[in-house]
Structure formats: structure tokens, C-alpha cells
């Protein structure tokens, strides 16, 4: 990856940015650009010019060094495909960029972002996860969590109030001026509920499986035991939510029934067409229908009877993995919160696309915060489509991030790949 160093040789040389705008001669900007390292190439004469003026060597000027993730022996890359555009990416990247520091001190460590072609690919160093993942058990297993879980159900209901409020108003009217402020202030806010749960998922990585599997021999547990102490047991927003349909299958309620249509308001995420084809398929099958509704009814009541029975058995008075339980029904707070607010921030993008005379598939590649220079005619249909199609990068790296675009941001993709690759092909020999 190359570095251009100019701050570093304006802070040896005392210069600001405005002083070498003046004694080279440079756009303000351009020179802004460099010092920050925020630039996606540099001009032969900008280097011979920089060089001249100040005395120094190219290699003072520009550097190239090895952008390898977990550079430790015996790091491991981790890498996730997903399908999540840049625009709804942006939220939960500035979660793990800057968790609370109260909570988590300087999170997750480094992760990479690459954006191509409709897909999203997300890598994280192993070992770094875990280790993160060691020091929160430690501090948060008991009753620690309580005080981090606070602090998401706050930034939790103020995400859900602005959802709400924003569901009501026809976004398709808004003033120009308030569609990337509005947009921005949704994106805040799920940053601000992500931030104190995205970390749960820090365990999923090997941590939640070693802890698992101590606690599953220790104690003899089967499978089918391991599985009911990991349930959470509770009637969590998701399976409200099926219930809530399954009732709506039960008195065969069709979509513009009153009751049909107060679910779709408090799910504007589900489609009248999703709603409809679940009540005409449960319909076909009452006896399952019935079935599913007795048990999601009856869920808190009869999981605590069965893991109060089984820890009588084993002889233990705590649930072993009550820890890993609780983290399962946050996941699901977060993740419903999480469908509104992508749904709400869907339909401004929507708009913001119409009137920039952007493709809605380029807009995806639009970061929130470039919402308002679209509007204005500063970020075109090329630009997106050149970082859809060659590649867009953000790497964050112990509280610093940087954008990448072009054959930057796939020479990192690359090398990436090529480790993972390569630590699947050594495990299967």
C-alpha cells in the first residue's frame, strides 16, 4: 500500500498546509489532500514540485509498505461474503471503528471492507477478535453486561423513535436540504445502538465454541442440552413478531383487514405481499398453525420449567451458559431495530437517487455522508460506477480508518483472499 508522508515532513519542517499551498503554488485542496493521505494518486509534477521546494527525496515523499492484516505469527484471516452496500455499511463499520470507549477501550482491532459489484466482502484478523472477545467475557460475564445493555436499549428506543417518526412522513416531499440530514441523523443513531451490541458478534469467531465446548464436557452435556441452555427462552421482538402473524393466519385475516394493516404499520419492513403469502400458507395447515402458536405462546414459561429440570439433574444451580443466552436474545433486539431503520433509510436513499438523476444500484454505493454533495451535483453516476466496478475499500485499523478505490483497494482485497485461501487449503491437507 503506498503512504504519502507530507504531514510528517511539514511537521519536521514546521510548514502548515496553507504555507506550502503558498510557497508551491498548489490548489489549497490538493495540498490538503496529501497531507491527510486522502488522495487516490499524485501527479509526477506535484512530486517534482514538492521535491524542489523543499529539498527532499522521493522515498521521503511517498512510501510503499505491506498492508497485511495480523502481521503476528500465527494470525488467521477470517472472511465473511456479504450482501450489504456501502450506503447501510457505513453504520456498522463506525460501530467497530468507535465502540465506547467506557465499555470496550479500543475495540475489535483491525477490519477490512471491500465493495465490488453488488457484493461486500468483510475481513478481520482472528486472533485480535478473540482476544477482544477474552477480555469482555471476563469483564461482562456475570451481571457486567447489565450496564452495557442499558445503554443499547437507550440508544435502541431512540433509534426506534426517529424510525417511527420518519415512517409517518412522505419523505418523497422533503426539502432537498433535509434528505441528507435526515439520512445522516438516521445513520448516527444506528451507529450509536450498534456500537454497544456489534461486539456480541465478536464471539462467533471461536471464542463462543471454546467456551461452549469446556462448559458441554465439564459437565456431560448432550447436544440437545447444550442447545437448551444456549436458548435465550424469550419471547424476543422477532418471535413477537411471528406470533403476531400466526394470529393473523389463525382468524384468517386478509391484508386489508384493520388488524392486517396495524401489523403492517408496526412492520413497515414486511410487505403486504409477505404478509399474505404466510397467512394463505398457514391457512393450509392448521394443525401446524395451532401447533406453533401453543409453543411460541407457552415459550418463557416452559424453557425456564425445562432448564430448571436439567440443571436439578446435573446438579447446579446457574444456567453455565446463561451468558452466551443473553447475548442470542440482544442479537435479535438489535437485528429487529436494525430491519426499521434499514428500511426507513432505504426510502430516503430511494429519493436522494431520484432527484441526484443516480441509478438506484450506483446510489448504494454512496456513503451517507456524501448524501448531500449527490444532491448537489459533486458525486456522479461515473464516480459510483467506477467504485462498484473496480473496487472500494475502507480499512480500519485501531481507531484510524482509510477509503481505498481502484487497484489500491483490490490489491488489499487480494492479498487478503490469498491468506484465507491459503489457510483453508493447509487445514484440509
Not at 459489484?117 to 457486567?144: C, I, K, P, V
Not at 447446579?316 to 442470542?328: G, H, K, S, V
Request: with cysteine; net charge neutral; proline share 3%.
Amino acid at each position: 500500500m503506498v503512504e504519502i508522508r507530507l504531514k510528517s515532513i511539514a511537521n519536521r519542517l514546521g510548514k502548515s498546509v496553507s504555507d506550502i499551498a503558498r510557497e508551491t503554488g498548489l490548489n489549497r485542496n490538493t495540498v490538503t489532500g496529501l497531507f491527510h493521505d486522502k488522495v487516490d494518486g499524485i501527479k509526477f509534477a506535484t512530486i517534482d514540485l514538492l521535491c524542489d521546494t523543499y529539498g527532499i527525496r522521493l522515498e521521503d515523499l511517498i512510501v510503499r509498505k505491506e498492508t497485511r492484516v495480523g502481521a503476528a505469527p500465527g494470525s488467521r484471516i477470517i472472511r465473511e461474503l456479504r450482501m450489504e452496500p456501502p450506503f447501510f455499511s457505513w453504520a456498522p463499520l463506525n460501530a467497530l471503528h468507535k465502540p465506547p470507549a467506557h465499555f470496550f477501550q479500543d475495540g475489535v482491532g483491525k477490519s477490512y471492507t471491500f465493495f465490488a459489484r453488488g457484493q461486500t466482502e468483510r475481513f478481520f484478523d482472528r486472533a485480535e477478535l478473540n482476544r477482544f472477545a477474552s477480555r469482555t467475557l471476563e469483564r461482562y460475564e456475570g451481571d457486567g453486561a447489565m450496564e452495557v445493555h442499558a445503554a443499547f436499549l437507550r440508544a435502541r428506543d431512540q433509534l426506534a423513535a426517529a424510525v417511527a417518526g420518519l415512517a409517518a412522513q412522505p419523505v418523497g416531499r422533503f426539502l432537498n436540504a433535509d434528505l441528507p440530514k435526515t439520512a445522516q441523523r438516521l445513520s448516527d443513531l444506528r451507529s450509536d445502538m450498534l456500537s454497544t451490541s456489534q461486539w456480541i458478534d465478536a464471539f462467533d469467531c471461536g471464542m463462543r465454541d471454546e467456551r461452549v465446548g469446556q462448559v458441554e464436557r465439564a459437565h456431560g452435556f448432550t447436544r440437545a442440552e447444550t442447545s437448551l441452555l444456549l436458548a435465550s427462552g424469550e419471547q424476543t421482538p422477532s418471535v413477537l413478531r411471528r406470533l403476531a402473524v400466526l394470529r393473523l393466519a389463525q382468524a384468517n385475516t386478509g391484508v386489508e383487514h384493520r388488524d392486517a394493516k396495524k401489523f403492517l404499520s408496526a412492520y413497515p419492513f414486511v410487505s403486504a405481499e409477505e404478509l399474505a403469502a404466510d397467512i394463505e400458507a398457514y391457512a393450509k395447515r392448521p394443525e401446524t398453525l395451532a401447533f406453533e402458536v401453543e409453543t411460541l405462546s407457552r415459550l418463557p414459561k416452559a424453557h425456564a420449567d425445562a432448564v430448571r429440570n436439567l440443571l436439578r439433574v446435573k446438579n447446579l444451580r446457574i444456567n453455565p451458559l446463561e451468558f452466551f443466552a443473553r447475548l442470542d436474545a440482544w442479537r435479535d433486539e438489535r437485528e429487529e431495530a436494525d430491519r426499521g431503520a434499514r428500511f426507513q433509510l432505504d426510502r430516503l436513499l430511494r429519493v436522494i437517487a431520484e432527484r441526484s438523476h443516480l441509478a438506484y444500484p450506483l446510489a448504494l454505493y454512496l456513503l451517507p455522508q456524501e448524501s448531500e454533495g449527490a444532491l448537489n451535483g459533486l458525486v456522479g453516476e461515473q464516480a459510483l460506477q467506477t467504485r462498484r466496478d473496480e473496487g472500494f475499500l475502507v480499512a480500519l485499523e485501531h481507531g484510524g480508518y482509510k477509503a481505498y478505490e481502484g487497484a489500491w483497494a483490490v490489491s488489499v482485497q487480494d492479498d487478503l483472499v490469498s491468506r484465507n485461501m491459503s489457510q483453508l487449503a493447509y487445514a484440509n491437507l
